[in-house]
């Protein structure tokens, strides 16, 4: 028996969502006292892989084909369930990331077990039932599940358990597999990146902006911050649909859903939809020029001011700390 | 081409979810329900493949008890042809999975539209469920869809990056923002809905896989540390703190 934490590949690196997994993957093994194995895919370099060995990956099982260098739910999902079945694994830990969300339904259903999507703290096992917390309503509630089921599949929401190193030696395993016919259904036919900057699923930090902006033109001084700060930048709904921003920078229920350390919201609103979608985020800084704005509610740092004159001023200080 | 969109009958997104006194339930009272926005741009999107020339029915489909009849004939307003309800008010995702896999086995569709999540359980594992149980190909996540020739062409959107799959039909693919415009529905079409079919169907027997235990608020927010506008300096020490600078 063991437990099997599925790591991501994204540009030949280990993602760091996955580093979440595996260090849920490890409290969970010592807490049913099993060792930890985990299961790559992609032709990335050993050292790469062996950065499993921090978070107390003992074993990972490498999975090369070039058939499967791009994500397709349905192969990947038969590739970790050849794994799991190959390690005897008692529980399988994904990280919630989209291909994560793509694949978990597919093992519950091939595997036969539970499955438990964005939980946020470790299972509790009691007189044979597994019970554990996760988000729903959008953030708006924590679910208490259960299960009788002995085997689960747990998909770690983003951002929400900390990545902590318990250092192992790591040994790899080169895993053969070959998808089926049946797994190989759908094809891609291009990759593209929507923009040169960091993804807002993956940004540290986000700089959001609204309908306080007035109008696209006044975005220099948002990407502007965003660029000192290495952050992504985010809008909200009403700006996107009116096309002053990418309909793929809108952040809230219905747009992109966020977990950032730092989320920065300049000239929103704060809408129940738009908190929907940024409510976990560690720590939310807003500005906004009424003091009524819902968002300070939301937040934890606020400041009441003109953006107009806010943003360049924290612009200028953030330059002269950077010196 | 015959399409199906599974619905979900959710609170409208503006709801303040509150908990029954004993915290096992959501507190329903006073909370209105509406089709799932994901859900609805599925739907958006098959009018619009109909409208542009692809005759075939349009079928809406939602696992849930009597009062999603309302939400289903929502979507009967905004123009589907015919509805479904499988009477069962689980929320398991595993037992709705395999009630639409039944269906669906029963009543084949070309093409099986979701949205990428339902905004209750936020979960995303309905679809890829469907999938392994009828066992068709599924693609989640599209901003947008075209069909052709047996096959569709979807373009994934995720982690900043997106995809241009090709997909035989029929396939289940699920729906986010950029799908289409959501559709609001016009007098003529309430008034159609009325007469317009709406099956209920018993649940199949299945034994589900998980059940919730209760619910919990999560903590409030401490208040607001308020910064004068003029001290912005301080925001500098916030993100130097968290590693940020
Ligand atoms: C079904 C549904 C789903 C939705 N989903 C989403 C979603 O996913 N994401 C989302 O964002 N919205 C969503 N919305 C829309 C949401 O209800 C709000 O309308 C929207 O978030 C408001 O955007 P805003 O804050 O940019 O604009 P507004 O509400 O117009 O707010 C602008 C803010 O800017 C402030 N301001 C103005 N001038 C200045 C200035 N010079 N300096 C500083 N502050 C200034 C104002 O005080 C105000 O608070 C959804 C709505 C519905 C019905």
Redesign the interface.
Known sequence: MAILVFLEV?DNKIRKQSFEAATYAYDLAQMLNMPLKAVCIGNISGEEVQKAGRYGVEEVYQIKGQDLD??L??PY?SAVVAVAQAVNAQHVVVSQ???G??????L???LG??????VIALPTIANGEI?V?R?????????????K?TKCIFSVKNNAYKITENPVTCSIVDFEFKPSA?DR???????????D??????A??IVSAGRGLKGPENWGMIEELASL??AATACSKPVADVHWRP??E?VG???IQVAP??YIAIGISGA??HL?GV?AS??I??INKDPEAPF???????????AF??VP??IQ??KS??G | MNTLICIGHVPDTTTKIQLTPDGKQINKEGVTFIIGPYEEYAISRALELKEGGIPGKVSVICVGGPKADETLRKALAIGADEAFRIDTESTDSFFIAHQLASFIKENPFDLIMMGKESIDRNASEVPGMVAELVGVPCVTFCSFLEVNNGKATVRREVDGQVELLEVPLPAIITAQKGFAEWRIANMRGIMAARTKPLKVIPAKEVEEKTYVVGYELPSAKKSCTFIQPENVGQIVNILAERGIL
């Open positions: 994204k791009k994500f739910e349905s999902a990331t989209f291909n969300k793509s694949i978990v339904p597919r519950a259903i091939k077990v539970a499955s438990f999507s964005g019970q917390k988000t729903a309503y959008s953030g708006k509630t924590i679910q208490i599940v259960g299960t089921s049946e259904t759908v094809t891609v036919k291009e990759v593209s990146k929507l923009s900057k960091v993804s807002l699923t993956e540290d930090v700060l290495g309909h793929h809108h229920q219905t747009g350390n730092v129940i939809q929907a409510n560690k720590t800084i807003v300070f509610k939301a937040a934890d740092y606020g400041v009441v001011g003109d004159e806010v001023n924290l200080a953030i700390y950077k």
